[in-house]
Structure formats: C-alpha cells, structure tokens
C-alpha cells in the first residue's frame, strides 16, 4: 500500500539527486529513506531510481514523477482545505427552514452572523419540515430548524435541540361569524372551510391529527406554504386557518384580521434546530446556534 510518506521521499531523491540530501529535507534518517523506496519499488515490482551519484530516475520512475506529485499537491490541498474548514473559513453555510422561521425569526440574528463570518456565502432556503430534513439527510444543508411532531424519524448522527414551543391559534377575518367567539370549540371550526399548509408541512399534520382525534371532518379548501399567502385569502374570505403564533406577527396589528384561542387547544407547537454531531464542532454552526438559542430566549421572554 502506498504511503505518503515514501512519495514525498521520492519526489525529495528527485529534486535533490541524493539519498542523504533527501533524508535532511524529509528529517528522516538515510536509511529510512531508503527503505521507503524499496517498499515503493516492491509496491510496484519496478524500480525506479538508478543509484548512481547524482541518482536518477528510471523510465518507470519518470513516469511516475508526475503522478507522485500530483498526488502530494492535492493532500496538500486537501489538508489546507480541511484546517481552513476547522478554523471557521468554510466558503458556505446551508440553512432550510420552515417558513415562519425564515420571516419572523432568522431576520434578526442573520447580520450578526454575517458580521462574524464575513468571507461566508450563507444560503437559507424555506421549506416544509418533511423537505428540510430531507436535503439534512442527503447532506444539502448544514442546519435544520423543524416543527417537531411524533413522526420525526431522529438520525443516530443528529444532534436535536429545542428552540422553543408556542401555542397554536385560530387566524380569521374581523367580520367573521366566529369572531364574536373569544374561544372556539373544535366543533364550530369543522363547520368552516380551512386554509391549510401542504403536505409535507408538520402543522398540515397537527390540525388534521387533532380534528381526526376528536372524530371530526374538516374542510382543507385551500393549500398554501406562506403565513403571507394565509393572511391574505382569510382577510378576504370566511375561511380560517390554525397557526403557530410565531407566525401571527403581522395579523396582530392587522385590524381586519381577529386571532381567537383554541377551548381546548392542543399541545404547543415545538421548534427544533437539528444538525449532525461532525458539523456541529465547526465554528461557524456552533456560532449560528448560539445566536439562535439567544433569540429563542429573547422571543421566549416577549411571549
């Protein structure tokens, strides 16, 4: 098997014509370079040095000189690449996250980050939390931040953290006929038609498993992947829709918009943040998820 050692041995007898010339350079002693070469020689069946003062290659080792440095060139490469990689200069940062996420919550830590890693491309893409662990698992992105729900099938090589969990509301117009209601029972929101995230989406999930636990058909009438898009059919319509408050920011200050609690509401929505334990120990993702606790904190003291 070859080794690195004996090829830079080789390439130093070539550049240097002499055994114990390359021996200096490499800081080895004479006969070990000379024994790197025989395993060399032996790993090949063909010799390729002549030992002649100053020592020159074969035909075989001429052949090979190119090969020989083209290989050290890129362990060099590779090894640059990788202290650069640990020491927080990696050229990019993959986020996905779910959507609510991406427009209420990273906004305000993303510029810190950026200011820390200036020479970082980050990339933050929104998705549904079925899609974002998805490209986790094929090694697309670098970070996760999910709606957590029983369904989540967790990697042993995962790291999982809780972000923080939130309370899930009913989002409809001001003129609504259940906007007389201050709480709304599970019943009296069957009856009406549903703007809903699609599949794939873990609060598409949540309103069909709690209407199915409580043996309730509902009305999914309309799909859509974007608080924004939600906010603006139910101003205009009697549809409803049920929301995580993280993603009721604007409806708050909406007057035309009504946001009513649940009579028996269901468990809190849960965030997590999930990466794999190797990216963790590389100082941009273990940056990003300390700003990222701190602002789960901070949002976590204004609720």
């Known amino acids: 098997m070859l080794r690195l050692d004996q090829l830079q041995s080789f390439l130093a007898i070539a550049e240097t014509g002499s055994f114990q010339a390359a021996a200096r350079r490499c800081g080895v002693t004479q006969p070990t370079i000379s024994r790197q070469i025989q395993a060399l020689e032996q790993c090949f069946g063909m010799q390729l040095l002549h030992r002649s003062n100053p020592v020159k290659l074969t ?83 670098d970070l996760a931040i999910v709606m957590g729900d029983r369904h989540l099938l967790k990697q042993s090589e995962w790291v999982v953290e809780l972000l923080y969990s939130e309370p899930v509301q009913v989002l409809m117009a001001a003129e609504h006929p259940l906007a007389v209601n201050e709480t709304l029972p599970w019943q009296l929101l069957a009856t009406f038609p549903h703007v809903v995230f699609k599949d794939g989406y873990g609060m598409r999930r949540l309103v069909n498993e709690e209407f199915s636990r409580r043996g309730l058909s509902w009305q999914p009438a309309l799909e859509l992947n974007t608080p924004e898009a939600f906010i603006a059919v139910i101003r205009e319509s009697e549809m409803v829709a049920l929301l995580p408050r993280s993603a009721l920011q604007e409806a708050l200050e909406d007057p035309t918009l009504v946001i009513r609690d649940l009579a028996a509401p269901p468990p809190p929505r849960q965030v997590l943040a999930i990466t794999t334990r190797d990216r963790l120990t590389l100082p941009p993702v273990a940056q990003l998820l300390k700003l990222i606790r701190e602002q789960a904190a901070h949002e976590s003291c204004l609720s």
């Not at 990339?123 to 939390?129: E, F, M, P, Q």
Request: charged share 20%; with cysteine; glycine share 6%.
């Open 59 to 141: 035909v075989a080792g001429d052949l090979f000189l190119h090969r020989a440095q083209r290989i050290c060139q890129e362990w060099r490469a590779a090894n640059a690449e990788l202290k650069a990689m640990q020491n927080g200069q990696q050229q990019e940062l993959c986020i996905a996250a779910i959507h609510s996420i991406c427009r209420y919550f990273l906004p305000g830590l993303l510029p810190a980050f950026c200011q820390a890693f200036p020479k970082m491309q980050l990339r933050v893409t929104a998705l549904g939390s079925d899609r974002a662990l998805k490209v986790l698992q094929d090694g697309l992105v």
